[in-house]
T-cell receptor
């Protein structure tokens, strides 16, 4: 199984809402990632979890809160978002966080988020 | 610092024609290089990777890429494109200091019937 799944596929939320994005992998990977992708742009790294611990936070605003409940699951909790946060949110996983295996990342299909 | 340049924003080729997408990287040592493809509204799929060894790398869907250290390039090729190859293609290099990928800006491929 080489699949990373993400739910929901689409999400529309108001600026005062609280919602969560979910990501799951069953490849035994020990590193998981959140990316944000705006239209016609490459993905931008947000967070990296390695062995269920947050290892990289790319100065992401606190209205985005990641959580890694176990080695297979990764959540992104959203609160008080702004319209400019509308984007495709991609989850990825890799075998480990060391080099080079940490670079070989497998992506999910993404959640299309619209903030109104 | 590592960086990746994809000089072509948009390329259109005829179905059945050959394809070459350009990628140049900036890196001090031997880089870890990747090509990803993204269909509209989808996630990224790893096409192929180069870590070391043979400089001609075979990937999925009939793609290949050649690592040329002298030119700091890792161009993606396919001998005959299909309409289903229309997508966005990203070249990427592994950051030497962390488990991070540095993406190029992408090349959008359109296929002419």
């Amino acid at each position: 199984d080489t699949e990373v799944t993400q739910t929901p596929k689409h999400l529309v939320m108001g600026m005062t809402n609280k919602k969560s994005l979910k990501c799951e992998q069953h490849m035994g990977h020990r590193a998981m990632y959140w990316y944000k992708q705006k239209a016609k742009k490459p993905p931008e790294l947000m967070f990296v979890y390695s062995y269920e611990k947050l290892s990289i936070n790319e100065s992401v605003p606190s209205r985005f809160s990641p959580e890694c409940p176990n080695s297979s699951l990764l959540n992104l909790h959203l609160h008080a978002l702004q319209p400019e946060d509308s984007a495709l949110y991609l989850c990825a996983s890799s075998q480990g966080s060391g080099l080079p295996k940490g670079h070989e990342q497998y992506f999910g299909p993404g959640t299309r988020l619209t903030v109104t | 610092a590592q960086s990746v340049t994809q000089p072509d924003i948009h390329i259109t080729v005829s179905e059945g024609a050959s394809l070459e997408l350009r990628c140049n990287y900036s890196y001090g040592a031997t880089p870890y290089l990747f090509w990803y493809v993204q269909s509209p509204g989808q996630g990224l799929q790893l096409l192929l990777k180069y870590f070391s060894g043979d400089t001609l790398v075979q990937g999925i869907k009939g793609f290949e890429a050649e690592f040329k250290r002298s030119q700091s390039s890792f161009n993606l090729r396919k001998p005959s494109v299909h309409w289903s190859d229309a997508a966005e293609y990203f070249c990427a290099v592994g950051d030497s200091s962390a488990s991070k990928i540095i993406f190029g800006s992408g090349t959008r491929l359109s296929i002419r019937p």
